[in-house]
């Protein structure tokens, strides 16, 4: 098995890491102090092409694989966790089922306007009371004629109050449970789609967090996003592959925190010598590069099962529980080796572990995701 990166994998990476480190990283401070969201940078790598970077060319994308995608991921999380996350929703979340179970006639309008850079997209699936119980919608869908008219609230969409686009799940047929849910494509502007606020966060502060409210919100039939009753096996295979993106952005973030503590360490001195000197601190240090490249390898693995058309179920929720919580222990780790710095809103490592622990909750939590594995393990 050949776990080197290819010319194309290198270069996308590379290129992404100098625009990551040349323009993302030196606003990361500013952007968790003020909130405020980096719409400049997202102008700038829609011109790049990130923006559609696993979606063919004929819709307006780079078309390059998942393991380019969660490479660029990864970089962009390095530098600043609410960049990265915010790529990857829009990438995973949004431009992903409208390539899966689109109708042409929507990948030209969406899908294309998506991955060019036009705008952001985003998808309404959690609800005040449907998180891990996805089930649980309470947001319904009712034909009326040549339209549909959606009713209900979401909660916790990243990027829901600015995106152009929302991909919006509710009930369809209440007896079916949920073999009667449907996915509805949703524009910005709509009447009757109304943005509610944005959560204050513990991290993340940059990228967006919304709740949504529909209120006798009137779309087009054309709108229904593939199959009626189909929108639950559409979101799982959705999620299938955002946890990939989320898996690649605790990575980012983890390799952050391991970075700036080796670099303190070999800069902090302590009874005469630097603290890097110390088994102490190598032992960390080890642990911590070990959990990351265990990470790195669990992310390529789902990956590429993803990209060959084989099932990646189970390895795609084994690289994001796994590289979450290492992430949190790497961040945990860096903190310490900082000392009272790391404790600091001066040095980057308080800010990356704020970032980081989401990546144990978003995309299914490290519960849903650990019976998630359990199950397919005993199938086997």
């Known amino acids: 098995m050949d776990f080197q990166l290819n010319d194309e994998q290198r270069a996308i990476r590379d290129m992404v890491r100098r625009f990551a480190q040349e323009k993302v990283a030196p606003l990361a401070h500013h952007t968790d102090e003020t909130g405020e969201f980096p719409a400049q940078i997202f102008k700038e790598m829609g011109e790049l092409g990130l923006l559609g970077l696993p979606v063919p060319e004929e819709y307006g994308g780079v078309g390059a694989d998942t393991v380019s995608y969660a490479l660029a991921v990864e970089e962009l999380s390095a530098a600043c966790g609410s960049t990265g996350l915010t790529y990857a929703a829009h990438t995973s979340l949004a431009c992903m089922p409208l390539l899966w179970f689109g109708s042409e006639a929507q990948k030209r309008k969406y899908l294309t306007h998506l991955a060019q850079g036009k705008g952001l997209g985003a998808f309404g699936l959690t609800e005040p009371q449907a998180g891990s119980d996805a089930a649980g919608l309470r947001t ?21 109050a600015i995106a152009d686009v929302v991909i919006v799940a509710a009930v369809t047929d209440p007896e079916r449970g949920a073999r009667g849910i449907s996915n509805f494509i949703v524009e910005k502007g709509t009447p009757g789609f109304i943005p509610g606020k944005n959560e204050p966060k513990m991290g993340l502060k940059g990228s967006v967090t919304s709740q949504l ?32 993106s989320i898996a690649a952005c605790s990575l980012g973030l983890g390799r952050a925190a391991f970075e700036a503590a080796r670099e303190y360490a070999k ?35 789902a990956a590429v099962l993803k990209d060959r058309g084989r099932p990646f179920t189970k390895e795609a929720a084994m690289a994001k529980l796994f590289a979450s919580e290492a992430a949190e222990r790497v961040c945990y780790q860096a903190i310490q080796i900082h000392g009272g710095y790391g404790y600091s809103r001066e040095y980057p490592v308080e800010r990356i572990y704020r970032d980081n622990r989401l990546m144990a909750i978003g995309e299914g939590t490290s519960e849903i995701l650990r019976m998630v594995i359990g199950r397919r393990v005993l199938r086997e």
Request: net charge negative.
């Open 267 to 301: 800069q902090r001195h302590a009874f005469g010598h630097p603290i890097a000197d110390f088994q102490a601190i190598q032992f960390k240090l080890a642990d911590m590069a070990t959990e990351l490249e265990a990470s790195r390898l669990l992310i390529y693995q």
């Open 140 to 160: 319904t869908a009712v034909k009326d004629g040549d339209s549909w008219v959606l009713n209900g609230q979401k909660m916790w969409i990243t990027s829901g």
């Open 213 to 244: 409210f529909f209120q006798d919100c009137r779309i087009p039939a054309e709108n229904l996003l593939g199959e009626l009753n189909g929108g639950f096996i559409q979101f799982m295979k959705t999620l299938d592959g955002g946890r990939i």
